[in-house]
C-alpha cells in the first residue's frame, strides 16, 4: 500500500524563522510529489516535483526531491504569519498519461506567531 | 480563468436525507477526483473519472455514488447521510503538470 509520511505533525515558531518541513514517501512506480499549502479551504498548489536534485522555488519557498532516499523537503525562509497553514505532502504513481492517484500525508500544521 | 468550481461551499443536511455535490471545470481535463477530507486528516480519495470509465476505490462506501454526465461536470451523490460523513469534499482534475482543486464543499450533517 503506498503510503506518505510528513513531519514534524506540527510546528510554531516566530515571524523571521526559517523551518524545514519533510516528506518521506513509499510509492510503487513512483511518478511525482507535489506540496500544497491549506488554509480553511481547498489546497492550493505549490510545487510538483519528478526529477531528483533540482531544487523548485518560488519567492520564500523552495523544495527538493530525493528519489534515492525516498524523501522530499520543503523550506520556507523568513516566514510570515500568513504562511500560518497546514502543508500537505502528496506522491503519484506513474499510472500514465494524465490519470494519476494522490496517495496525500497528514500534513504539517505550521503556526507562525507575530 | 480556466478552473474547477465547486457549488455549494457549505451544505448543510439531515441525517439521512440525500444530497448532492457538484463540480464543473473549464480545464477540458478527462480525469476528474473526489477526494473525502475530515477534520484534521489527509484528503482520502473516493473514486474518479477517466472520460467516462468510473474507477471506485476499494474502501468507499457504497452510501456514496458518483455521476459524470459529460466532461464538464461531476456530481456527489450521498445516498443517506450519517454523522461521520460531515467533511470537505474536494473536487480535482489532472493534467500532466499537476492536479487543480476546487475550493471544496463543506458538508455539515444534522
Known amino acids: 500500500e503506498d503510503k506518505v509520511v510528513q513531519s514534524p505533525l506540527s510546528l510554531v515558531v516566530h515571524e523571521g524563522d526559517t523551518v524545514t518541513l519533510n516528506c518521506s514517501y513509499e510509492v510503487t512506480n513512483f511518478r511525482s510529489l507535489l506540496w500544497y499549502k491549506q488554509e480553511k479551504k481547498a489546497p492550493t498548489f505549490l510545487f510538483m516535483l519528478t526529477s531528483s536534485g533540482i531544487e523548485k522555488k518560488s519567492g520564500r519557498l523552495s523544495s527538493i526531491l530525493d528519489k534515492k532516499e525516498l524523501f522530499s523537503i520543503l523550506n520556507i525562509t523568513a516566514t510570515q504569519t500568513g504562511d500560518s497553514a497546514v502543508y500537505l505532502c502528496a506522491a503519484s504513481p506513474n499510472s500514465g498519461g494524465s490519470n494519476y492517484k494522490l496517495t496525500f500525508g497528514k500534513g504539517t500544521l505550521l503556526t507562525v506567531n507575530p | 480563468d480556466a478552473m474547477v468550481i465547486q457549488n455549494p461551499r457549505y451544505q448543510v443536511t439531515q441525517f439521512g436525507k440525500p444530497v448532492t455535490l457538484s463540480c464543473s471545470q473549464t480545464?477540458?481535463?478527462?480525469?476528474m477526483y473526489w477526494y473525502q477530507q475530515k477534520s484534521s486528516q489527509a484528503p482520502k480519495l473516493l473514486f474518479h473519472y477517466y472520460d467516462k470509465d468510473f474507477n471506485n476505490e476499494a474502501d468507499t462506501p457504497d452510501n456514496f455514488q458518483s455521476r459524470r454526465p459529460n466532461t464538464s461536470f461531476c456530481f456527489l451523490d450521498i445516498r443517506s447521510p450519517g454523522l461521520g460523513d460531515a467533511a470537505m469534499y474536494l473536487c480535482a482534475t489532472s493534467s500532466l503538470y499537476g492536479y487543480t482543486f476546487g475550493s471544496g464543499t463543506r458538508l455539515t450533517v444534522v
Open positions: 480545464l477540458n481535463h478527462n480525469v
